[in-house]
C-alpha cells in the first residue's frame, strides 16, 4: 500500500497568512493526487485534482504543487472560513489512500 | 445541482449486517464510478471501496480490511448506490460517505454525500 504522510499535523496561523500544507508519497504516484477539505461536522470537500487542478468553485487562493513523491497545498490569504482540516489523497493505485490530515487552527 | 444522499446508518450488534443505500441525482448516474469513504470518529478518512460501471461490468475493487465482509452494488435505474456490511465489527464503526468519481483527472471523489453513521456496539 502507498502510505501518504501529511505535515505538520497541525498548525495555528492567523486572518491573513499564508499557509503551506506537505503531503509526502511512500512511492511514486505521478500526480494523482487530490486535496479535500474537511469543516467540524460536514463531509470532506474536493479541492484540487491532480495535483494542481482546481475543483470547480474553488477560489483561487488555494493552489497545489508536486509530481511524484512530494506535493504542498498552498493557502494564500488564511479567512475564517478556512480554518478545517485538510486531507490529501494518493488515487493512483488500490487501496486509495488518505493522508492523516492536516488541521488549521485560528491562532 | 449534484446531489449524494446517503441513508441506512443505525446501531447494530458485533456480528450483524446493515445495508447503506445513496440516492444520486443531478448527473447522470450510470456514467460514473462510485467510491465509499469512512471515517471513525475523531479519526482520518478511510477509502472502503469501489464499483465501476456497466461498461466496465460493474468491478469492484475494496479495502483490506472491508473485503470478504461488505459488498458494494448499483442500482442504475433507481440511480443508486449501495454498501452490504457483514460480519460487523466495532472498528467498522464510522460515518460512511458515499462520492462520486470524476469522469476528469483520473478518477478522483468529486462529490461526496453528507454521510451516515454506523455503530457497531453492544
Known amino acids: 500500500d502507498i502510505q501518504m504522510t501529511q505535515s505538520p499535523s497541525s498548525l495555528s496561523a492567523s486572518i491573513g497568512d499564508r499557509v503551506t500544507i506537505t503531503c509526502r508519497a511512500s512511492?511514486?504516484?505521478?500526480?494523482?493526487l487530490a486535496w479535500f477539505q474537511q469543516k467540524p461536522g460536514k463531509a470532506p470537500k474536493s479541492l484540487i485534482y491532480t495535483a494542481s487542478s482546481l475543483q470547480t468553485g474553488v477560489p483561487s487562493k488555494f493552489s497545489g504543487s508536486g509530481s511524484g513523491t512530494d506535493f504542498t497545498l498552498t493557502i494564500n490569504s488564511l479567512q475564517p472560513e478556512d480554518f478545517a482540516t485538510y486531507y490529501c489523497q494518493q488515487y493512483t493505485s488500490y487501496p486509495l489512500t488518505f493522508g492523516g490530515g492536516t488541521k488549521v487552527e485560528i491562532k | 445541482e449534484v446531489q449524494l444522499v446517503e441513508s441506512g446508518g443505525g446501531l447494530v450488534q458485533p456480528g450483524g449486517s446493515l445495508r447503506l443505500s445513496c440516492a444520486a441525482s443531478g448527473f447522470i448516474f450510470s456514467d460514473h464510478y462510485m467510491d465509499w469513504v469512512r471515517q471513525a470518529p475523531g479519526k482520518g478518512l478511510e477509502w472502503v471501496g469501489r464499483i465501476r460501471k456497466k461498461a466496465n461490468s460493474y468491478t469492484t475493487e475494496y479495502a483490506a480490511s472491508v473485503k470478504g465482509r461488505f459488498t458494494i452494488s448499483r442500482d442504475d435505474s433507481k440511480n443508486s448506490l449501495y454498501l452490504q456490511m457483514n460480519s460487523l465489527k466495532t472498528e467498522d464503526t464510522a460515518m460512511y460517505y458515499c462520492?462520486?468519481?470524476?469522469?476528469?483527472?483520473?478518477?478522483?471523489?468529486?462529490?461526496w454525500g453528507q454521510g451516515t453513521l454506523v455503530t457497531v456496539s453492544s
Open positions: 512511492q511514486g504516484i505521478s500526480n494523482y
Open positions: 462520492t462520486r468519481l470524476s469522469s476528469a483527472g483520473g478518477g478522483y471523489s468529486d462529490y
